[in-house]
Structure formats: structure tokens, C-alpha cells
């Protein structure tokens, strides 16, 4: 992905809230990936080049905390 297409993603994520890390039984990984899914509205693989992380793991992370969220 083109650098502009990075700084765009990154222009939308201002403060992470450290409210989100209040649930203890997701990782530190699956609410930070949780969190840009429904808050932000982030796609897998936008949240996956800003995290520089495979797309499998945002994946699986996701699944994770939504199973782990209901």
C-alpha cells in the first residue's frame, strides 16, 4: 500500500482509549483489533498493514473477541 493510503488510515485513529483494555478476558491484540472493527471501522486489512501483522492473525484475533465479547 502507497505511504498517502497509510498516513489517510493512520489520520483516523487520533487516541487509542485505554477504556478498551478494560476486558480482561480478551488479549491485548484481539480489543486494540476489536475496537478498530466496530469503532473505527477499519477493515482486516487496513488494521493489518497498520499493525504490520498478517491478515490471518487480525482474523483470528477478531473471531476471537467477538466470540469472547457475546
Do not use: D, G
Request: glycine fraction near 0%; hydrophobic fraction near 45%; include cysteine.
Amino acid at each position: 500500500m502507497p505511504k498517502v493510503l497509510r498516513y489517510k488510515l493512520l489520520e483516523k485513529i487520533k487516541e487509542v482509549p485505554i477504556s478498551i483494555f478494560e476486558f480482561t478476558k480478551m488479549s491485548q491484540l484481539e480489543c486494540i483489533v476489536y475496537y478498530m472493527t466496530i469503532s473505527l471501522k477499519l477493515e482486516q486489512f487496513e488494521i493489518a498493514y497498520l499493525l504490520k501483522r498478517n491478515p490471518r492473525t487480525i482474523w483470528t484475533a477478531l473471531t476471537r473477541a467477538k466470540a469472547k465479547a457475546e
